[in-house]
């Protein structure tokens, strides 16, 4: 696994746990956030990684803060998983 797959596999699995605790599908999400299904689909399964813009419209989207998106990074290595 890649350092770029470690990463988007942790949040995808992050933004799926917000995604359900809140009770969305993906196309809901999708919507509320601006974004092509197939975008949220994508990141929820490690495939790619929001830029900063997505990051605001899915805390948004979520009606959650920024952090509670990215927390799971705060339990992680980081030096493990982002290269130098």
Known sequence: MT???????????????LRHA???TQETLADRAGLPHTHVSAMERGIKLPNLLTLLRLA??????????????DETKLSSIVSK
């Open 3 to 17: 350092r770029s797959s470690a990463v988007a596999e942790l949040f995808g699995a992050r933004l799926r746990e």
């Open 22 to 24: 809140a009770g969305l």
């Open 60 to 73: 948004v989207a979520l009606d959650c803060k920024v952090a509670k998106l990215v927390r799971v990074f």
